[in-house]
């Protein structure tokens, strides 16, 4: 087997799953906050709450497309690229992954064309429950796809049995020990994501003119997003982060850089993984400060990469995507208190920032899904060299295919997923500073 297809063939799935993570989240959010915009618009009668959902659902609109498109080649490199893993986990991906499109179909796609073709067809009330059942079939659907890639992390509920699993308690299956965690992590990352891209927009907005009711309504809206999730960020990943220690040991080390067994535990802030020398170069640690993230044997000693030799994950990376997931967190959190307590006292409206701090917020517009981004890295090239964790190695399940074939597929996904994102930040871009006709008033039906 040659190295080389193992290693293309992983770059293009991660940048794969990588570009469906990103799109998945902004949806799975907007999904969420679109339904407030409807309750706030029927509650108030204020035009703005239903002029903030007109702009923002075209946004939806978009990032759902991209999300559908961005699904078909995932499938088919699960088929092509990882050609045996379907035969060894078929009977539990198979059930989980129909569950998903079957929730999909049903709770979302189902009301999908009422939401954003009907508004002014149906009764507002009928619109809103619309909007109600796509925001909960997003996340229904979300739910079943996390549920197979955390079993795949932390298997539970199936046996390994002449190479197949074999299920054996299905609640342990979808409800294995890391699910929750990485819902958690899925639901704060989709919040920061979709609610700094639109501060950013808005501070976009505020730059070029004066704002209306419906871009002060989703500012607001998304504020109060930012500041609880930015908030909410540090418990989950603590939680999320002891748990990996506990169950992925070599994903932690990896992620910690810690090389050496038994050694003080330090907190690496920043530094160069050398793999081959085993150590960091030019670090900067907190000393005796890392041991909460990292997995303890039972004689009190720290495990350290030492002991993987030959199965390592790719350390410098695993180690640099959580340091920049982490970073981008932090600048978030941040970001949000300072821009909160700024206009707490002024309604929360952008157009009393300083010119200077909104520029600040439009530079923060994509940081939230650069996150994400990052986080999706921690997780799945952590998961390397296995596909399941523990037991099924990515080079069992390698399918048949040549290194130019591979990288052939990489370049093109790779044009392909480039000119996606120039598209959808072209059009965000395009909408932004044309926005929408103001609403004057809220009627029996949406206007």
Same mark, same amino acid.
């Given at each position: 087997?040659?190295?080389?297809?193992?290693?293309?063939?992983?770059?293009?799935?991660?940048?794969s799953?990588?570009?469906?993570?990103?799109?998945?989240?902004?949806?799975?959010?907007?999904?969420?906050?679109?339904?407030?915009?409807?309750?706030?618009?029927?509650? #108030?009668?204020?035009?703005?709450?239903?002029?903030?959902?007109?702009?923002?659902?075209?946004?939806?609109?978009?990032? =759902?497309?991209?999300t559908?498109?961005?699904?078909?080649?995932?499938?088919?490199?699960?088929g092509?690229?990882?050609?045996g893993?379907?035969?060894?986990?078929?009977?539990?991906?198979?059930?989980?992954?129909?569950?998903?499109i079957?929730?999909?179909?049903?709770?979302?796609?189902?009301?999908l064309?009422?939401?954003?073709?009907?508004?002014?067809?149906?009764?507002?009330?009928?619109?809103?429950?619309?909007?109600?059942?796509?925001?909960?079939?997003?996340?229904v659907a979300?739910?079943w796809?996390?549920?197979?890639? #955390?079993?795949?992390?932390?298997?539970?509920? %199936?046996?390994?049995?002449?190479?197949?699993?074999?299920?054996?308690?299905?609640?342990?299956?979808?409800?294995?020990? #890391?699910?929750?965690?990485?819902?958690?992590?899925?639901?704060?990352?989709? &919040?920061?994501?979709?609610? =700094?891209l639109?501060?950013?927009?808005?501070?976009?907005?505020?730059?070029?003119?004066?704002?209306?009711?419906g871009?002060?309504?989703?500012?607001?809206?998304?504020l109060?997003?930012?500041?609880? &999730?930015?908030?909410?960020?540090?418990?989950?990943a603590?939680?999320?982060?002891?748990?990996?220690?506990?169950?992925?040991?070599?994903? &932690?080390?990896?992620?910690?850089g810690?090389?050496?067994?038994?050694?003080?535990?330090?907190?690496?802030?920043?530094? $160069?993984?050398?793999?081959?020398?085993?150590?960091?170069?030019?670090?900067?640690?907190?000393?005796?400060?890392?041991?909460m993230?990292?997995?303890?044997?039972?004689?009190g000693?720290?495990?350290?990469?030492?002991?993987?030799?030959?199965?390592?994950?790719?350390?410098?990376?695993?180690? $640099?995507?959580?340091?920049?997931?982490?970073?981008?967190?932090?600048?978030?959190?941040?970001?949000?208190?300072?821009?909160?307590? $700024?206009? =707490?006292?002024?309604?929360?409206?952008p157009?009393?920032?300083?010119?200077?701090?909104?520029?600040?917020?439009?530079?923060?517009?994509?940081?939230?899904g650069?996150?994400?981004v990052?986080?999706?890295?921690?997780?799945?090239?952590?998961?390397?060299?296995?596909?399941?964790?523990?037991?099924?190695?990515?080079?069992?399940?390698?399918?048949?295919?040549?290194?130019?074939?591979?990288?052939?597929?990489?370049?093109?996904?790779?044009?392909?997923? %480039?000119?996606?994102? %120039?598209?959808? %930040?072209?059009?965000?871009?395009?909408?932004?500073?044309?926005?929408?006709?103001?609403?004057?008033?809220?009627?029996?039906?949406?206007?």
């Amino acid at each position: 087997m040659d190295i080389s297809t193992l290693s293309l063939a992983r770059a293009q799935f991660v940048a794969s799953l990588s570009f469906l993570a990103l799109f998945l989240a902004v949806s799975l959010a907007l999904a969420w906050v679109l339904l407030f915009f409807k309750i706030r618009a029927r509650w #108030s009668g204020h035009g703005g709450w239903t002029a903030a959902y007109r702009f923002w659902v075209r946004i939806f609109a978009l990032a =759902f497309v991209l999300t559908l498109a961005a699904s078909v080649p995932v499938l088919i490199q699960i088929g092509s690229l990882w050609a045996g893993l379907m035969d060894k986990i078929g009977n539990v991906a198979g059930p989980l992954l129909g569950y998903g499109i079957l929730s999909a179909f049903i709770l979302k796609s189902c009301f999908l064309g009422v939401m954003l073709f009907g508004q002014r067809r149906v009764s507002d009330g009928a619109h809103t429950l619309a909007v109600l059942m796509v925001a909960v079939g997003q996340l229904v659907a979300v739910f079943w796809v996390l549920a197979l890639q #955390s079993w795949m992390q932390t298997p539970d509920g %199936a046996l390994l049995v002449d190479g197949r699993y074999q299920v054996y308690d299905w609640a342990a299956v979808v409800l294995n020990p #890391s699910v929750g965690w990485r819902m958690a992590m899925v639901a704060v990352g989709a &919040a920061l994501a979709a609610s =700094f891209l639109m501060m950013g927009v808005t501070a976009l907005q505020a730059l070029r003119r004066p704002l209306g009711d419906g871009e002060r309504s989703a500012f607001k809206t998304a504020l109060v997003v930012a500041t609880l &999730a930015s908030v909410m960020q540090l418990p989950v990943a603590t939680g999320a982060g002891q748990l990996v220690a506990k169950l992925q040991p070599a994903k &932690a080390a990896a992620a910690a850089g810690f090389w050496e067994s038994g050694a003080e535990p330090q907190l690496v802030l920043f530094g $160069w993984p050398d793999a081959r020398n085993h150590t960091n170069l030019a670090d900067v640690t907190l000393r005796n400060a890392g041991g909460m993230w990292l997995h303890r044997k039972p004689d009190g000693t720290y495990l350290g990469l030492d002991k993987y030799s030959g199965m390592l994950p790719p350390v410098a990376l695993t180690f $640099w995507s959580l340091r920049v997931a982490a970073g981008l967190g932090l600048l978030m959190l941040a970001v949000a208190w300072v821009t909160f307590l $700024w206009t =707490f006292r002024r309604g929360l409206d952008p157009s009393t920032l300083p010119r200077w701090w909104q520029r600040v917020v439009c530079g923060m517009m994509f940081s939230g899904g650069i996150a994400v981004v990052a986080g999706w890295w921690v997780s799945i090239i952590g998961l390397q060299p296995f596909a399941v964790n523990g037991t099924i190695t990515q080079s069992e399940v390698l399918g048949s295919v040549s290194s130019s074939t591979v990288l052939y597929g990489l370049i093109g996904y790779g044009v392909l997923y %480039a000119l996606l994102l %120039a598209a959808f %930040a072209g059009m965000l871009f395009h909408a932004a500073r044309y926005g929408v006709v103001p609403v004057r008033k809220l009627g029996g039906g949406t206007p």
